[in-house]
C-alpha cells in the first residue's frame, strides 16, 4: 500500500505516502486550483480507481514529464505577473 507510518524521537505519530496516494493527498488537501475542484476529484478516484492503476499512470506522468510540459530554467507560479519584478530576465 501507499501509506507508511513512521515514530520520530517525540513519539509523535508521522505519515508518509507514495507516488499517487501522495498526489491524491493532495489534491484533497488543496482545494480548487485554476477553477478545478482536486478534491473531489481525488477523493472519487481514491476510493474508485485501484493503486496499480493509479500508479501506472503516476509513473508514467513522472517519466514524461518534460515531454508533457516542457522543461524550464526557472519556476514561476505567478501567472498574474505580480512577482515579475523579483526574476532576471
Known amino acids: 500500500k501507499g501509506e507508511g507510518q513512521s515514530n520520530n524521537n517525540n513519539n509523535n505519530e508521522l ?14 488537501k488543496l482545494g ?13 478516484a481514491n476510493a ?9 499512470v ?3 506522468v513522472a517519466s514524461n514529464r518534460y515531454n508533457l510540459l516542457g522543461k524550464k530554467d526557472e519556476c514561476r507560479f505567478d501567472a498574474d505577473g505580480k512577482f515579475d519584478e523579483r526574476f532576471l530576465t
Not at 15 to 28: E, T
Not at 48 to 56: A, G, L
Open 15 to 28: 505519515k508518509f505516502y507514495f507516488k499517487s496516494d501522495a498526489v491524491l493527498r493532495i489534491g484533497a
Open 32 to 44: 480548487n486550483f485554476y477553477g478545478i475542484p482536486l478534491s473531489p476529484f481525488a477523493k472519487v
Open 48 to 56: 474508485f480507481v485501484p493503486t496499480f492503476i493509479r500508479d501506472t
Open 58 to 60: 503516476y509513473t508514467a
